[in-house]
């Protein structure tokens, strides 16, 4: 298994300002993965976060909105830019081991007025 | 592509009762496939996985999981439901390829006394 933390687990802000949400790992892993859950909803794949370059954003996601860093191998952050009311959700860090499975964090849940 | 359709969004049982979830999935490769659960105000767990080694699959908390490539079927069983298997579960199909994992839309289930 692999144990990770993320902050903060929830916060409210407000619309048109920024958060960073942080994801730590207790041990190296080459990728790790940012999920947006919205309310009532399934996951989907914000981007993924590689060591030593851009993360690759999946359709529907951009840099300029969600921009992420990636400084080592246990560390990453996920920032939501200029948020409004639709960007409130579960977002989720994940990592996926040799052995196959994903593992995610506990989620931080954002809430935008 | 893959995808993964979950048939029942919403599944309500009583406590010591059996418990089906049905998933089934589409893949153009041998796929892993994943159950997890989420409890309210938690990360994802992974309950079980089947990745082409035996096809009942058993997992935590007394789950299991059968795959039937002839139905494209992965329906997750408990023989007898507790009040704290009360959560949501997702069905997730993997083509193996790093990082490229599909979320089924959840299955809502309620446990009652």
């Known amino acids: 298994s692999a144990v990770i933390s993320q902050k903060p687990s929830r916060d409210i802000c407000q619309r048109g300002t920024s958060l960073t949400i942080q994801c730590q790992v207790d041990?190296?892993?080459?990728?790790m993965f940012w999920y947006r859950q919205q309310p009532g909803q399934s996951l989907t794949l914000i981007a993924t976060a590689n060591q030593g370059s851009e993360a690759t954003y999946e359709s529907g996601f951009v840099i300029d909105k969600f921009p992420i860093s990636r400084p080592n191998l246990t560390f990453s952050t996920l920032t939501v830019s200029n948020m409004s009311p639709e960007d409130s959700s579960i977002y989720l860090c994940?990592?996926?081991?040799?052995?196959?499975?994903?593992?995610f964090g506990e989620g931080s849940r954002l809430t935008v007025l | 592509a893959q995808s993964v359709t979950q048939l029942d969004s919403h599944v309500s049982v009583s406590e010591g009762t059996p418990v089906l979830l049905r998933c089934n999935y589409s893949s153009s490769y041998s796929p892993s496939l994943f159950w997890y659960v989420q409890h309210p105000n938690k990360g994802l767990q992974l309950l079980l996985k089947?990745?082409?080694?035996?096809?009942l699959v058993k997992g935590i908390n007394g789950f299991e999981a059968e795959f039937k490539k002839s139905e494209t079927s992965f329906h997750l069983t408990k023989p007898s439901a507790h009040m704290s298997d009360a959560a949501e579960y997702f069905c997730v199909v993997s083509d193996r390829s790093w990082g490229k994992f599909q979320f089924g839309a959840g299955t809502q289930v309620v446990v009652t006394p």
């Open positions: 994940s990592v996926q081991r040799n052995t196959g499975e994903l593992f």
């Open positions: 089947y990745t082409s080694a035996a096809t």
């Open positions: 041990s190296q892993v080459t990728m």
